[in-house]
T-cell receptor, first 115, second 116 residues
């Protein structure tokens, strides 16, 4: 079974631009979570989507948004990029459903650099 | 809110020896999961081991085992017969079961280096 895939793997943007990252979960997984990893803040939870609905949200500004499609693929968008948004963005999928929590499996990440 | 603390930023061990990484956490929940993930230089986050809080038996996966002390809120990882490929950043993570859905809280990480 194929793992979690993320595209693109690397991205360079300039301040003020917006960016969209994509994540395809493991087949059969309906929950997709996003995390931001930076040297200063470590790994922080952004949000989780399940059945096309945002179910959990971390403490990030509204510039960070996401969505999930009917095939469980997810995208996250960051608008008006700031230098501090430079990070590794990790996507994870799980078999978690309503009332049942399962292990999250991670993709290889998208390295975003904001200049 | 839950917190996870890894007090050892860096550790090193000789190949074939045993090493233990420490993790403590704080939560008011009674049912939860604890995980150890490793992140090698490739940055791919890989699941090492998982422990359910309601299970008293410590989880084991080949050379990896945990010492789960629920009352002390401690969750350490023991790596036996260390191999060069174990060199990675290791993250301890918590996930509550009371909150619907997935939401991992990570520790700061421990950089483990296995020396030949």
């Amino acid at each position: 079974k194929a793992g979690v895939t993320q595209t693109p793997r690397y991205l360079i943007k300039t301040r003020g631009q917006q960016v969209t990252l994509s994540c395809s979960p493991i087949s059969g997984h309906r929950s997709v979570s996003w995390y931001q990893q930076t040297p200063g803040q470590g790994l922080q939870f952004l949000f989780e989507y399940f059945s096309e609905t945002q179910r959990n949200k971390g403490n990030f500004p509204g510039r960070f948004s996401g969505r999930q499609f009917s095939n469980s693929r997810s995208e996250m968008n960051v608008s008006t990029l700031e230098l501090g948004d430079s990070a590794l963005y990790l996507c994870a999928s799980s078999f978690t459903t309503s009332g049942y929590t399962d292990t999250q499996y991670f993709g290889p990440g998208t390295r975003l650099t904001v200049l | 809110a839950q917190t996870v603390t890894q007090s050892q930023p860096e550790m090193s061990v000789q190949e074939a020896e045993t090493v233990t990484l420490s993790c403590t956490y704080d939560t008011s929940e009674n049912n939860y999961y604890l995980f150890w993930y490793k992140q090698p230089p490739s940055r791919q986050m890989i699941l090492v081991i998982r422990q359910e809080a309601y299970k008293q038996q410590n989880a084991t996966e080949n050379r990896f085992s945990v010492n789960f002390q629920k009352a002390a809120k401690s969750f350490s990882l023991k790596i036996s017969d260390s191999q060069l490929g174990d060199t990675a950043m290791y993250f301890c993570a918590f996930e509550g079961m009371r909150t619907s859905g997935s939401r991992l809280t990570f520790g700061e990480g421990t950089q483990l280096t296995v020396n030949p």
